[in-house]
């Protein structure tokens, strides 16, 4: 059961949220799209409902929120080293029903991977995530193939339309919250999308010689090797680590990590200046590989959710639904070499 209350009402709401917990939702930025002529829509703080994005798709995901873009993960000297000490409210963060699976991703890549990784939990812990619903599917969007247009693992679900918020919450810490709010009671459901215009057929029989395929050599054409697909994407979570000494004293300084593409040339490079997957196309491959196959034989499901993001973001027009749905030629044609 949940229950409706006036829009101003949920303002006073979140004004008392702020005093616990950081609001994040998606925002229209206005002039910092790819020209200054046009707009974008980020994550960022909110204050009131009223600055939350709720009819367009956000143009980078919510991983900015639990996965900065920098982060320092120790001081150094010459003689020691010292984590910082993070003093951030817990998060309340908006999402879509894909970026809510893409979160499970994440959390199985730092928290459930053999290892904890102690800064991402930091920021993870004790965070809440709000549902947004998809009355219908925006361009590029294949969440339903890919079985992550539903959700129910939420803390709370909103809908604003025509003055008025519609909730259902799950989360008995956030349900105190709305005590002492007029409300009427009724049933809310969220929304969710139940097709997509654009299909994909990830192939059953789908196997690692696929990788022998000439379909791979298309990207090496096409790809510029941006990294832009990586850095939209709410599952990938690649990162490298730079050391920082500071021109005052060259003895001190920060270790930071930052989001790295495995796309980008130099991000395989090792000692010696060897470096796996040279061309473009064999890095589409691996990220394909990754999203389609690997994950999926690690974690039962596919690491790709299907937010579309990447094709939205591509300066060259690459589409990842389309290169997926190449995968069954693809295979068809390494069979047909082996006979």
């Given at each position: 059961m949940?229950?409706?209350?006036r829009t101003k009402?949920l303002?006073s709401?979140?004004?008392?949220?702020s005093?616990?917990y950081?609001i994040v939702a998606p925002?229209?930025v206005?002039?910092a799209?790819r020209?200054?002529?046009t707009d974008?829509?980020?994550?960022?703080?909110?204050?009131?409902?009223?600055d939350?994005?709720?009819?367009?798709?956000?143009?980078?995901?919510?991983?900015?929120?639990?996965?900065p873009i920098?982060?320092t993960?120790?001081f150094?000297?010459?003689?020691?080293y010292?984590?910082p000490v993070?003093?951030?409210?817990?998060q309340?963060i908006?999402v879509?029903?894909?970026?809510?699976?893409g979160v499970k991703?994440?959390d199985?890549i730092?928290?459930?991977?053999g290892f904890?990784d102690p800064?991402?939990?930091?920021?993870?812990?004790?965070v809440?995530?709000?549902?947004i619903g998809?009355?219908?599917?925006?361009?590029n969007?294949y969440c339903v193939d890919?079985?992550?247009?539903k959700?129910?693992?939420?803390d709370?679900?909103?809908?604003?339309?025509d003055?008025y918020?519609?909730l259902?919450?799950?989360?008995d810490e956030?349900?105190?919250?709305f005590n002492?709010?007029?409300?009427m009671?009724?049933?809310?459901?969220p929304?969710?999308v139940?097709?997509?215009k654009?299909k994909?057929?990830?192939?059953e029989?789908?196997?690692l010689d696929?990788?022998?395929?000439k379909?791979?050599?298309?990207y090496?054409?096409?790809?510029?090797a941006c990294?832009r697909?990586?850095?939209?994407?709410p599952?990938?979570?690649?990162?490298?680590m730079?050391?920082i000494y500071y021109?005052?004293n060259e003895?001190i300084?920060e270790?930071?990590?930052?989001?790295?593409?495995?796309?980008?040339?130099?991000?395989?490079?090792m000692a010696g200046?060897?470096?796996?997957r040279?061309?473009n196309?064999q890095?589409?491959r691996?990220?394909?590989?990754h999203?389609?196959?690997?994950?999926?034989k690690?974690?039962?499901?596919?690491?790709c959710?299907?937010?579309?993001r990447?094709?939205?973001?591509?300066?060259e027009?690459?589409?990842v639904?389309g290169?997926i749905?190449?995968l069954?030629d693809?295979?068809d044609e390494v069979n047909?070499?082996d006979?």
């Amino acid at each position: 059961m949940g229950f409706k209350i006036r829009t101003k009402d949920l303002n006073s709401v979140f004004e008392k949220m702020s005093g616990s917990y950081k609001i994040v939702a998606p925002i229209v930025v206005e002039g910092a799209g790819r020209c200054s002529e046009t707009d974008i829509v980020r994550y960022d703080e909110v204050k009131r409902v009223e600055d939350i994005e709720f009819n367009r798709k956000s143009d980078y995901s919510y991983k900015e929120a639990l996965l900065p873009i920098t982060q320092t993960i120790l001081f150094f000297t010459q003689d020691e080293y010292k984590e910082p000490v993070v003093n951030e409210k817990p998060q309340i963060i908006f999402v879509r029903s894909c970026d809510l699976h893409g979160v499970k991703r994440v959390d199985d890549i730092y928290l459930r991977n053999g290892f904890v990784d102690p800064y991402y939990k930091k920021l993870r812990e004790g965070v809440k995530f709000v549902l947004i619903g998809c009355e219908k599917s925006f361009d590029n969007c294949y969440c339903v193939d890919m079985e992550t247009n539903k959700s129910d693992n939420y803390d709370a679900y909103l809908k604003v339309s025509d003055g008025y918020a519609y909730l259902d919450i799950k989360d008995d810490e956030l349900k105190e919250y709305f005590n002492e709010t007029p409300k009427m009671e009724m049933e809310v459901n969220p929304d969710f999308v139940t097709e997509n215009k654009i299909k994909v057929n990830i192939p059953e029989n789908l196997t690692l010689d696929v990788m022998d395929s000439k379909m791979w050599d298309e990207y090496s054409e096409r790809c510029i090797a941006c990294g832009r697909c990586n850095f939209v994407c709410p599952t990938c979570t690649c990162n490298t680590m730079q050391d920082i000494y500071y021109s005052d004293n060259e003895n001190i300084g920060e270790r930071r990590r930052v989001w790295a593409s495995c796309q980008v040339p130099g991000y395989t490079t090792m000692a010696g200046g060897h470096e796996f997957r040279k061309a473009n196309g064999q890095k589409m491959r691996f990220k394909i590989m990754h999203k389609v196959y690997d994950y999926k034989k690690r974690w039962g499901y596919h690491m790709c959710v299907g937010c579309g993001r990447c094709d939205d973001i591509c300066p060259e027009y690459i589409s990842v639904p389309g290169c997926i749905n190449k995968l069954q030629d693809a295979m068809d044609e390494v069979n047909s070499n082996d006979k």
